[in-house]
């Protein structure tokens, strides 16, 4: 390194973003991520033992990838060599893998790659490096916010394991934030300023699991707030709101606001008004709520109160549902917004819920009586030797595909636990049944 290689390296070390400037050095370090990071786990000991072996890191951005890569490269004996997906080219891979050959017939080292935003390799990028990661010339490490199973060929993921990082929670970006504006070697602790908790539960809490984004907004707070008569920088929660361009919503995820606005939201789709729906959807996702949280509830909603007058609005929420977890935000207010929207204004019926719910209590209530004989089952060994299953009529061999025999118990023949309404598809069903009991 010489002197302007110097210069420059402290002053991108000095001048870059806080967030890159708080990443930590040792394991110890990372906030976060101890289900794969803890210091039981797998990861854990392989990047602490210097043994590790090709993974890949996905997970949405600011959870932490590059951070656990530069982590390695802390820690490990290897060589270790960066490259970005997006600007890198063939030239770049093979003189990565020059050297690591170089390193390793010469000196016994190890290579390792990180590769950020891999899935931006196309396949005969990703087919060039496979057989160096096979043969041990490289150990890969690839960082993705894409789902690795679809955009990581396969050959790949075989040599790799695979490690989901998770979105932080509140109290690690809280963490994050007081380490920033305390932390005088790597933070922002000379500026003399101060969070207050509000500020800090509004940025941890609007920055939905992106540690980057929270940092990004408090450093710019700090540069940009004038000092008090006291001479301290303040962060409050108008200046956070400023920072980060977004309000302050009353929300308490834990409290009355969490639950009257979900209570609104259903009872909306309930009363079949679509656009109340989508207001209380607006302000959950606005605040921050949890997306997978508002899919389970429009899926209970729609087996609860639309039921069989609209079997579909079902399948609508539950591929929502799955829809979600595969997109995340902000797409997935569109997806909510859908599902929300067909189920408001399906046509309505609650017989399902009655019907369980008279089932379950005549269960358990009545003596549990015996399957009728005919129902039970006459395949298993001496069953049709007692008699099991004589006499059953099987209804694709009638008219109709029907033919009227007893199902419920003995003592229980005539009891009614679907009670049909004439909403919808269930008008249907029930027309149906009428007609095959003539």
């Known amino acids: ?96 893998v020059k050297g690591a050959k170089d390193a390793l017939g010469m000196y016994g080292r190890k290579t390792i790659l990180f590769v950020d935003e891999i899935h931006r390799f196309n396949k005969s990028q990703q087919d060039y490096l496979l057989p160096f990661v096979e043969d041990g010339t490289l150990i890969l490490i690839g960082a993705t916010t894409e789902n690795p199973y679809f955009e990581v060929n396969g050959a790949l993921l075989s040599r790799s394991r695979i490690f989901e990082l998770k979105a932080l929670e509140k109290e690690d970006i809280k963490e994050l934030l007081h380490r920033a504006v305390y932390d005088t070697e790597k933070g922002m602790g000379s500026y003399n300023a101060e969070i207050d908790d509000d500020a800090a539960d509004f940025l941890a809490d609007v920055a939905n699991g992106d540690a980057r984004a929270a940092l990004n907004a408090v450093e710019l707070g700090i540069l940009t707030t004038e000092r008090g008569p006291d001479g301290k920088i303040r962060i409050d929660l108008a200046t956070a709101q400023e920072c980060i361009q977004k309000r302050a919503v009353r929300y308490d995820k834990d409290g009355d606001n969490h639950y009257d606005t979900i209570s609104a939201f259903i009872k909306s789709m309930r009363g079949s008004d679509p656009d109340a729906a989508v207001y209380y959807l607006a302000r959950m996702l606005y605040a921050g709520e949890d997306i997978k949280f508002i899919a389970r509830r429009i899926m209970i909603h729609a087996a609860e109160d639309v039921g069989m007058a609209d079997p579909q609005a079902l399948v609508v929420a539950a591929g929502a549902a799955q829809a979600v977890e595969r997109v995340g935000m902000p797409e997935a207010q569109i997806i909510l917004a859908q599902a929300a929207i067909y189920v408001a204004t399906a046509p309505k019926s609650n017989s399902v819920v009655r019907a369980i719910g008279e089932a379950m209590e005549a269960v358990r209530s009545q003596r549990t009586a015996p399957v009728p004989v005919h129902l039970q089952d006459k395949h298993y060994k001496g069953a049709e030797k007692l008699g099991h299953g004589a006499g059953y009529q099987y209804p694709h061999d009638y008219p109709n595909h029907y033919v009227r025999q007893q199902y419920l118990p003995d003592g229980m023949e005539g009891t009614e636990f679907y009670h049909m309404s004439h909403q919808g598809y269930e008008k249907k069903i029930q027309d149906f049944m009428t007609f095959l009991k003539k």
């Open 1 to 96: 390194m010489d002197l302007f290689d110097y210069m420059r390296t402290n002053t991108m070390e000095r001048e870059s973003p806080l967030a890159s400037r708080l990443r930590p050095s040792t394991l110890d370090q990372v906030v976060g991520q101890k289900h794969i990071i803890g210091k039981d786990k797998l990861l854990y000991r392989a990047i602490a033992a210097d043994k590790l072996g090709s993974v890949i890191f996905y997970g949405p951005p600011g959870t932490g990838k590059t951070t656990l890569a530069r982590v390695i490269a802390n820690t490990t004996k290897a060589d270790f060599r960066q490259i970005n997906a997006t600007v890198a080219g063939k030239k770049d891979m093979e003189e990565v």
